[in-house]
Structure formats: structure tokens, C-alpha cells
């Protein structure tokens, strides 16, 4: 550790304690504290994420072209080292280091307010980026929200593959069933300029103050890239607006949350109104679809492939999540009269 930290010669670091910190699955994180600093260090995990100096690429470029006064919360990006490198490599592994916020993460909200919050801080970010040249911008995950590739993927590998279970027949096909969804999605990707993105707008990527009442900082930035305003909207929907987080079983009451719906839309709106274009506008209709798509194609096509790409605690886990995000899916595209009656209140008026 001491190794490490000696490579950041803006602190001494002469005495310094260190521990584990925070619940991340991909990179190992400790927090560091040196007198009265506080400092949080990452192993970067380079086996997820392959091209570290497209990531490092990215965040010198939104560094270097937006101005970080102008945000309302804090976007904490690496420290450069002593050799003007955001990652730090020591005996063959890869390392970053971050300014410590104060403040707490959540998992799920737990009232309307929170979910109107992280839409707006994420709709803010959106704003804000409009300056930098998104054609700069590399491809740290190539495709990574490309549902028409995702889907043309899960039926090569369908052809593969000998489905064992009803189960397994009825998921797929749902999902190849999709194709209205696939063409109005590729009718979107003609028209919709490239922004830039977030790509993983859960809501414990935002911490929130301590009561709270406002986000102090967005985080987890490995995967700015340009994109589309439909992906960051969209993906909130899918991971907030859920009445069940991705992992659960409990079928019957797996459903969007309209009131949840609402409320996202409301805070994304505010932050991105004076930016977005009719067809963006139009978009973010379709946002909660596209994104939960994604991920149930995601999820199905590496259970097909026996879980070589997601992390699960049973054989059948990747199953379960493609069903889980089968129902939502359902009940987004059963929903879709009242959702453009909410989509019309707001983006309309």
C-alpha cells in the first residue's frame, strides 16, 4: 500500500490507515486515510473492464472540456499520479485513487422524493455534457447498449443450444418476439444524437448527503462514453421503477412502479428539457423498454452459455433475472397508454 501511495506525491502520505470500504463487485476498494485527509484507492479490475486506457482516455477528455463549478454535486474523477497517469500500475496491477465524498449510497429509495433526486442529478450530468465532443469519445465497452446486436446475439447462440425446460422455451420466445421493439429501436439509432452518457444509471451510483435530501456526487465513471439520452432515462426506469430489484423471484409481483415512473421522469425532464430534441423527447417513451430489453437478452443469452460473462450464486440465476426482466418488460409494454398519457403531461406542456 505504502508503494502505491508513494506514486501520489501531491500528500505526503507519510502515516496513513487504510480498510476495506464500500460493497462493489468489480473493483477492490479501500478507504485511505492520511491526517485529516481521506482518500478512497481502487485495484482497477482490468478483466471486466479491458481497456483501462480508453477509460483513463474518456475522463481526460471530460475533465479537459467541462467545467466541474457548474455541476451541483461533485463528479469524482482519479487523481493523476506523479507521472500524470490516472492509473497507477505496481507489480503488474492497476490502481486509482479518489478524492473521498462524504455521504451515504442506498440500494432501492424508500420514497418518492429519492427517485425525483437521482433522475434530476443524472438529467443535470446530461446538460452539462453537451460541450464535449462526443466524437472524442472512445468505446471503453465496444456495443455495450446495442440492442439490436444483443438480440441478433441471443439467436445465433439459440441455434446452438438445446433448450431443456418450458421455462427456458417460453423466455426465448418472448425475447425473439421483440422485433417491433428492435425496429423501433433502430429507427431511434438514425436519428438520435450522441451525447454524452453515464451507461450504468443505477441508483447507488449517486451518493446521496447524508439526510438524503440531495446527491453529493456521481460516481462510478468507467463507462462515460457517448450514447443516447434513452439509455441513461432508460435504465433508471428499469433498476428504479421496478416494484422488484433484478435478482428477485417473486413473479406475481414483479411490475412497474408508475408513480416511481413519474417521478423519474419529472426529475430527468428538468435536467434535460432545454437540451433534448423532439426525437430525444420522443425517445425517452421508449427509454424503459430498450434498457430492460437489453439486459433480459443479456441475461438469457449467458445463462445459454452457461454464466461465463455475470457473476451468479446458482446455475439458474441468470435465468431467473431474463424472467425477471420478461415480466417488466411486460408490464412496461402493457402500461404504455398510461405512461404516454404521464409522458405527455410533462415533456408537452
Known amino acids: 500500500m505504502a508503494e502505491i501511495l508513494a506514486k501520489y506525491t501531491f500528500n505526503s502520505f507519510e502515516t496513513f490507515e487504510y480498510s476495506p470500504f464500500g460493497s462493489g463487485l468489480i473493483h477492490g476498494t479501500y478507504l485511505i486515510e492520511s491526517g485529516s485527509s481521506k482518500y478512497v484507492l481502487q485495484e482497477f479490475n482490468n478483466t ?18 467541462g467545467n466541474e463549478t457548474f ?7 482519479p487523481l493523476v499520479n506523479s507521472e500524470n497517469n490516472l492509473i497507477t500500475s505496481v507489480n503488474g496491477r492497476l490502481f486509482r485513487l479518489f478524492d473521498f465524498v462524504n455521504g451515504q449510497t442506498i440500494q432501492e429509495i424508500t420514497d418518492l422524493n429519492q427517485a425525483y433526486i437521482a433522475a434530476e442529478a443524472y438529467g443535470a450530468f446530461a446538460e452539462w455534457g453537451k460541450n464535449v465532443e462526443t466524437s472524442q469519445l472512445q468505446e471503453c465497452i465496444p456495443d455495450f447498449h446495442r440492442l439490436d446486436l444483443r438480440f441478433a446475439r441471443l439467436q445465433e447462440v439459440a441455434n446452438e443450444k438445446h433448450l431443456r425446460s418450458a421455462e427456458e422455451r417460453e423466455i426465448l420466445d418472448f425475447y425473439l418476439g421483440q422485433k417491433d421493439l428492435i425496429n423501433a429501436y433502430k429507427r431511434n439509432q438514425s436519428v438520435l444524437p450522441l451525447r454524452l452518457t453515464h451507461n450504468d444509471t443505477k441508483i447507488n451510483n449517486l451518493i446521496f448527503s447524508q439526510d438524503l435530501s440531495k446527491v453529493e456526487a456521481l460516481i462510478d465513471l468507467d463507462t462515460l462514453m457517448s450514447g443516447y439520452l434513452m439509455y441513461d432515462f432508460g435504465d433508471l426506469v428499469r433498476t428504479v421503477a421496478c416494484s422488484r430489484a433484478e435478482t428477485s423471484q417473486k413473479w406475481e409481483k414483479i411490475r412497474l412502479e408508475i408513480t416511481v415512473f413519474e417521478q423519474l421522469l419529472l426529475g430527468y425532464w428538468k435536467g434535460v ?5 423532439k426525437e430525444e423527447t420522443e425517445s425517452l417513451l421508449l427509454a424503459g423498454e430498450v434498457m430492460t430489453c437489453i439486459m433480459g437478452l443479456r441475461f438469457f443469452t449467458d445463462h445459454l452459455q452457461g454464466n461465463v460473462y455475470y457473476k451468479v450464486a446458482y446455475p439458474e440465476q441468470n435465468l431467473h433475472r431474463a424472467k425477471n426482466q420478461m415480466l ?15 409522458w405527455k403531461s410533462i415533456t408537452l406542456t
Open 71 to 77: 455541476l451541483p454535486f461533485q463528479l469524482p474523477l
Open 328 to 342: 417488466l418488460l411486460k408490464s412496461l409494454q402493457e402500461k404504455k397508454p398510461e405512461l404516454e398519457q404521464i
Open 48 to 65: 471486466v473492464f479491458q481497456f483501462p486506457e480508453r477509460i483513463s482516455h474518456n475522463q481526460r477528455l471530460v475533465k479537459s472540456q
Open 273 to 277: 428539457k432545454n437540451l433534448a430534441s
